[in-house]
């Protein structure tokens, strides 16, 4: 273990050193803006919190983007990555990405989002047992009309809240709402639930398209190429042959700047 930690601790050393001296100013004590590393003009931040496996790769990963930065301010397609847009690279580089970062495929977002809906189902069903005119998306003038001068009203749009009584706050929450409203009919209690659950069901959508949106932007997916040719290039080959063969013409060109470079110091044969 200490052999592995003086190799990567030498190797990072040698990395960083070569950083420099192209210019780039190099931070390893900060957060790097909550992630593992962050790249901006001629900067680049590694986490001080970063685990040791991920340093190299995270490097490698910030100087891609330093490379594509170089290249093209802007990278809205794999043009000026590849010198070419065909689907096979787009295709070819999410599976890279899933390999290189398992949180790319959102499989727990994923699981939320089916539990969620299936939870919706639950409560509209117990909804329609007894008002079976119920839709989930209108108004329930029902339930409106029970709790026309009820705290629990107040729940339709908030998970928890506190209301002032008086010179007093009462707090409620979905969470605790049965025991909270005990005398509150089961439909009720559900069509809250219900609602509660579209906000989750919301929250989780805009997780999942942000997250996409971030994972597959050309530049992300050309860093995790980079990171996993360091991590496993017979797989990159095997998983992505097209697009490394169009990556391996371009980078015995000279095209991506310095990389070559770059590879000689961590051993990475092209």
């Known amino acids: 273990m200490d052999c592995t930690r003086n190799k990567i601790k030498d190797l990072k050393k040698q990395i960083i050193d070569f950083f420099v001296s192209l210019g780039i100013d190099v931070h390893t004590s900060t957060k790097a803006?909550?992630?593992?590393?962050?790249?901006?003009?001629?900067?680049?931040?590694?986490s001080?919190?970063?685990?040791?496996?991920?340093?190299?790769?995270t490097l490698l990963h910030e100087?891609?983007?330093?490379?594509?930065?170089?290249?093209?301010?802007k990278c809205t397609d794999f043009i000026p990555i590849f010198k070419c847009n065909d689907k096979f690279i787009y295709d070819e580089l999410i599976k890279i990405t899933n390999f290189v970062?398992?949180?790319?495929?959102?499989?727990?977002?994923?699981?939320?989002?089916?539990?969620?809906?299936?939870?919706?189902?639950?409560y509209e069903r117990i909804i329609k047992n007894k008002y079976p005119e119920f839709k989930r998306n209108e108004k329930f003038k029902p339930f409106i009309k029970h709790t026309k001068y009820s705290d629990a009203r107040y729940l339709l749009k908030h998970d928890a809240i506190k209301v002032l009584h008086w010179f007093t706050y009462?707090?409620?929450?979905?969470?605790?709402?049965?025991?909270?409203?005990?005398?509150?009919?089961?439909e009720f209690i559900s069509y809250l639930k219900l609602k509660s659950c579209q906000r989750k069901q919301s929250s989780i959508a805009r997780k999942?398209?942000?997250?996409?949106?971030?994972?597959?932007?050309?530049t992300e997916l050309f860093a995790r190429f980079?990171?996993?040719?360091?991590?496993?290039?017979?797989?990159?080959?095997?998983?992505?042959p097209r697009t490394?063969?169009?990556?391996?013409?371009l980078y015995e060109s000279g095209y991506y700047t310095h990389l070559n470079k770059l590879f000689e110091i961590v051993n990475i044969n092209i």
């Open 33 to 46: 803006l909550g992630h593992q590393g962050f790249f901006r003009v001629n900067r680049i931040d590694i």
């Open 226 to 240: 980079i990171e996993g040719l360091y991590l496993d290039k017979e797989k990159v080959i095997y998983v992505a």
């Open 170 to 186: 009462k707090t409620y929450s979905i969470i605790n709402i049965e025991q909270e409203f005990p005398d509150m009919p089961e």
């Open 48 to 57: 001080k919190d970063i685990n040791e496996n991920r340093i190299i790769p």
């Open 244 to 249: 490394y063969s169009l990556f391996k013409e």
């Open 63 to 73: 100087f891609t983007h330093y490379i594509t930065f170089n290249i093209k301010s």
């Open 208 to 218: 999942i398209n942000k997250l996409n949106k971030y994972y597959r932007t050309p």
């Open 101 to 122: 970062d398992e949180n790319s495929k959102l499989e727990k977002l994923y699981v939320q989002k089916e539990n969620i809906k299936n939870s919706i189902k639950k």
